[in-house]
């Protein structure tokens, strides 16, 4: 078809999921903060059906990797796939696929745990029968009923990771990235959410998921990423990463990390 040179919108490469393309795919992502180069030419692919842990010492750009990966986070350089599609060029076919919890999210706080939901739903152009049915099940499932008509702004810490999960879950997405979803959650809420993310993979989902706790990547995740300042040193399956240690042996050696703490501080509890 001649279009006269003008795109297609809609149709140009990158705008429909493809069969085969990975989950989540970053190919050459690049961003600085003023001189502070926090993400440098990352290549990373998240396989479809995975559970994909992304590891890194404080400030190693995780976040801003995440950030960048679901469309929050304009890139000074690359590109992000999700399931094929473009997350620059088709950004709202992008994020039907996939469901996000941002770290230290900014959630509307004068909303109630329930009217966040509906209104999330309903900006996801779900209709509102299924909204207040899948609601009911999130707020249920992940202990919230009780609090659903408290305001966002009175919810502990842990209790805004789950609403926030909920929120991401809501619209049944293909993959979902979280940054941090166990933090500051109790143990039986973690429990919770660990078998909510099992059930996910178990159906067919990807789940990209950054965490400082190696146990949990190692127990949960069959597929791992270390990053430290900016760059992926290590990917593939966590067998291959960890390499016959523990991941956290694995993690101190990629990152060129020393476990200190034993010397200085000799003023503290003298
Ligand atoms: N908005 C910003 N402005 C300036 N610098 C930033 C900004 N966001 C991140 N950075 C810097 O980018 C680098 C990567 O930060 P990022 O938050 O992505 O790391 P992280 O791996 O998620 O860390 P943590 O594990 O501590 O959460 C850090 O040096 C940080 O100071």
């Known amino acids: 078809m001649d279009t006269g040179g003008l795109p297609i919108y ?10 085969q393309a990975p989950a ?5 992502l ?16 998240v396989p479809r059906g995975s559970f994909f842990g992304l590891v890194g010492p404080n400030g190693a750009g995780k976040t801003t990797s995440l ?26 076919r992008a994020k039907a696929l996939v469901g996000v919890l941002p770290d230290g999210m900014a959630l509307p706080e004068r909303l109630t745990g329930r009217e966040l939901l509906t209104y999330t739903g309903l900006l996801r152009g779900l209709d509102p029968a299924t909204v207040a049915d899948r609601a009911n099940e999130l707020l249920g499932v992940l202990e ?38 166990f933090e500051a959650v109790d143990p039986v809420s973690a429990s919770t959410i660990r078998t909510i993310l099992q059930r ?3 159906a067919g989902g990807a789940v990209v998921l950054s965490s400082h706790v190696m146990e949990l990547v190692e127990k949960l ?33 990629l990152v060129g990390g020393r476990t200190g703490g034993g010397e200085g501080l000799s003023w503290l509890a003298s």
Request: proline share 5%; hydrophobic share 45%; glycine share 10%.
């Open 10 to 19: 809609g149709q140009q490469q990158g705008a429909q999921p493809s069969e």
């Open 24 to 28: 989540l795919q970053m190919s050459g």
């Open 30 to 45: 690049r961003k600085a903060f003023n001189t502070t180069v926090a993400v440098d030419e990352v290549q990373l692919a």
């Open 67 to 92: 950030s960048m990966a679901v469309g929050l986070l304009r890139p000074d350089a690359g590109t992000v796939r999700i399931f094929g599609v473009d997350v620059w060029e088709s950004p709202e």
């Open 144 to 181: 919230l009923t009780d609090a659903e008509r408290t305001l966002v702004i009175d919810y502990s810490a842990g209790m805004r990771k789950k609403i926030g999960l909920a929120t991401a879950l809501l619209h049944a997405p293909k993959l979902l990235v979280l940054d941090e979803p």
């Open 200 to 202: 996910f993979v178990a």
């Open 221 to 253: 995740c069959d597929h791992v990423a270390v990053i430290t300042r900016g760059r992926v040193v290590a990917s593939g399956p966590v067998e291959q990463v960890r390499g016959g240690q523990s991941l956290e042996q694995a993690f101190v050696h």
